[in-house]
């Protein structure tokens, strides 16, 4: 299993944010299954104020280039990711790699 962390944040508007989170409560079943179609097994984000973090776990074989472009050409992915960016203040054509900055692990107190 590999696992990506990313980092994003949000409009500074906290009603926008509380919708962003309802999103999430209900996220559309074309993008979960796109998710797993393309290897990512779980996915988690969390929130801290206008800050959010993402965990995502992925099968072995998961390049993160291929497989997120290939995500993107999925059924429901697009129109998710322009409804989501309005949250996120940026343009609605942006790709996920656009806006979700991927962060460099530093500690892992497991090794």
Same mark, same amino acid.
């Given at each position: 299993?590999?696992?990506?962390?990313?980092?994003?944040?949000?409009?500074?508007?906290?009603?926008?944010?509380? /919708?962003?989170?309802?999103?999430?409560?209900?996220?559309?079943?074309?993008?979960?299954?796109?998710?797993?179609?393309?290897?990512?097994?779980s996915?988690?984000?969390? #929130?801290?104020? #206008?800050?959010?973090?993402?965990?995502?776990?992925?099968?072995?074989?998961?390049?993160?280039? #291929?497989?997120?472009? #290939?995500?993107?050409?999925?059924?429901?992915?697009?129109?998710?990711?322009?409804?989501v960016?309005?949250?996120?203040?940026?343009?609605?054509?942006? /790709?996920?790699?656009?806006?979700?900055?991927?962060?460099?692990?530093?500690?892992?107190?497991?090794?």
């Amino acid at each position: 299993m590999k696992r990506y962390c990313q980092t994003l944040t949000l409009v500074d508007d906290e009603e926008m944010i509380e /919708r962003y989170v309802e999103a999430h409560a209900h996220v559309w079943p074309e993008v979960i299954a796109g998710q797993h179609e393309v290897g990512i097994l779980s996915m988690e984000i969390w #929130r801290h104020g #206008r800050s959010l973090f993402m965990i995502m776990d992925t099968c072995d074989d998961f390049d993160f280039a #291929r497989d997120m472009a #290939r995500l993107s050409t999925l059924p429901r992915q697009a129109e998710w990711e322009a409804y989501v960016a309005q949250f996120q203040g940026c343009s609605a054509e942006a /790709r996920s790699d656009e806006k979700w900055q991927l962060m460099e692990m530093i500690f892992d107190s497991g090794k």
